[in-house]
Nanobody, 127 residues
Framework: QIQVMESGGGSVQAGGSLKLSCRAS????????ITWFRQAPGKEREGVAA????????YYDDSVKGRFTISRGNDNATAYLQMDSLKPDDTAMYYC????????????????????WGQGTQVTVTP
């Protein structure tokens, strides 16, 4: 019943921008955590940013702080990731995942905590 869908990936040159969108459908509660992960070839999946859809509290990995901005939609099931000043090192498959447990917010980077995942959207940044 619960489905996660993301979109917005593409190929851009270094310094460019992209905006990713994620929506989680099928939840019966209004407050969830929506998190963006990314995985480059040969590397482990890493957390990028997260937001709680009710309160708007956000979390960022240090590698993207100041360049990426995560925000919530007004339906309490949507999140956006505005990516500016993109670098070749940002190239990866970007995945959206959701979780409802606020007591695990401090562990938002742990991919194993998430049960619901989107299919991923590819972001490629050329030199």
């Amino acid at each position: 019943q619960i489905q996660v869908m993301e979109s917005g990936g593409g190929s851009v040159q270094a310094g460019g921008s992209l905006k990713l969108s994620c929506r989680a459908s099928g939840y019966t509660i209004s407050d969830i955590r929506i998190t963006w992960f990314r995985q480059a070839p040969g590397k482990e999946r890493e957390g990028v940013a997260a937001v709680r859809t009710s309160s708007g509290v956000t979390y960022y990995d240090d590698s993207v702080k100041g360049r990426f901005t995560i925000s919530r939609g007004n339906d309490n099931a949507t999140a956006y990731l505005q990516m500016d000043s993109l670098k070749p090192d940002d190239t990866a498959m970007y995945y959206c995942a959701t979780d409802s447990r606020s007591y695990f917010d401090g562990r938002w980077r742990e991919a194993g905590l998430y049960k619901r995942w989107g299919q991923g959207t590819q972001v490629t940044v050329t030199p």
